[in-house]
């Protein structure tokens, strides 16, 4: 079982940034394939980021440049770094992790971008 709980949204300019972190239970950190989803109003949820265990990174092409995934073991957080925000960033974040075919979601945080 991994739990995730995610942390950092909030209300920011367009051109600014913010740092979003994800912390998740359990003594599996280190073998779980994690990721970054957003989902604006009236969309369908979509990949912004993904890490592997291995530290492996992809990006999403809207977000390539601006964004950039991270995870620690100690503690066991994932990191999205979001630099040069725009409004079509406005979403909420959702971290999820997978394991073993498995994956697992958090409750989300927003992100609002003002122009």
């Known amino acids: 079982q991994v739990q995730l709980e995610e942390s950092g949204g909030g209300l920011v300019q367009a051109g600014g940034s913010l740092r979003l972190s994800c912390a998740a239970s359990?003594?599996?950190?280190?073998?779980?394939?994690m990721g970054w989803y957003r989902q604006a109003p009236g969309k369908q949820r979509e990949l912004v980021a993904g890490i592997s265990s291995g530290g492996s990174t992809n990006y999403a092409d809207a977000v390539k440049g601006r964004f950039t995934i991270s995870r620690d073991s100690a503690p066991n957080t994932v990191y999205l770094q979001m630099n040069s925000l725009k409004p079509e960033d406005t979403g909420v974040y959702y971290c999820?992790?997978?394991?073993?075919?498995?994956?697992?979601w958090g409750q989300g945080t927003q992100v609002t971008v003002s122009s």
């Open positions: 999820r992790a997978l394991y073993t075919g498995q994956e697992y």
């Open positions: 359990g003594s599996i950190f280190s073998k779980i394939a």
